[in-house]
């Protein structure tokens, strides 16, 4: 229980539907409802910089954070819908606090451990969600940097792995890298070249 007998609700929201590249995130976060950060929103209306700065407040702040990948060889093997679910189940398993109730942003809702409500459009309304899309983002935007490291020519630090003029091109002159969604038009009709893309995982942010 929490302080002044709350239950501890958790929010959990996904980021990475749409790319051909990349693995989906989803974060779970249970918010200390005496201590709300401030300048919680829709992840999707906030610029980079507010999200990262809000990301740093949700991270002190909050009684648990976690987040977790499906990785784009998963989503081929049991597709994007089914992927984010699994994201949303390895994030809420993460944590490090076991949440009463989950709310989930959308209309479906992954296995859980307890009882949990779907909201659509809820990361607007629910600070709880809003505070899981933040970090969903800000985690899979740090890890599509990180591959843009290691595939410059693809541009997937500033695309995240959307399928931009420049992604396009590289596609065409290179082929695919292993962090690419072959399930996904364009990509479906082209065969993937040899390689892994690591396993997905769930990772809990724990205060020092």
């Known amino acids: 229980m929490l302080r002044g007998g709350a239950s501890p609700v958790a929010g959990v929201d996904e980021v990475g539907r749409g790319p051909l590249a990349g693995p989906v995130c989803a974060a779970a976060v249970i918010l200390d409802p ?6 919680l929103n829709d992840s999707k209306a906030m610029t980079g910089k507010a999200r990262e700065a809000a990301f740093g407040r949700i991270c002190q702040s909050a009684l648990a954070v976690s987040y977790a990948f499906v990785t784009a060889a998963e989503i081929d093997e049991i597709n994007i819908h089914r992927a984010v679910l699994l994201a949303m189940e390895r994030a809420v398993e993460a944590l490090f606090i076991e949440p009463s109730h989950v709310l989930v942003d959308g209309r479906f809702l992954p296995r859980l451990p307890c009882p949990g409500t779907a909201i659509i459009k809820g990361d607007s309304s629910s600070l709880s969600i809003a505070a899981a899309s933040i970090v969903a983002k ?7 940097r990180r591959l843009g490291e290691e595939y410059p020519d693809f541009g997937f630090a500033e695309n995240a792995g959307y399928g ?6 590289a596609l065409k002159a290179l082929g695919p890298t292993p962090h690419h969604r072959m399930s996904f ?3 479906s009709a082209k065969p993937r070249k040899p390689g892994r893309g690591a396993r997905g995982f769930g990772r809990a942010i724990t205060k020092q």
Do not use: K, S
Request: aromatic share 0%.
């Open 34 to 39: 005496e201590n709300i950060p401030e300048g």
């Open 138 to 144: 800000v985690a899979r935007d740090a890890l599509m």
């Open 164 to 169: 931009v003029p420049r992604h396009l091109a």
């Open 185 to 187: 038009a364009p990509l």
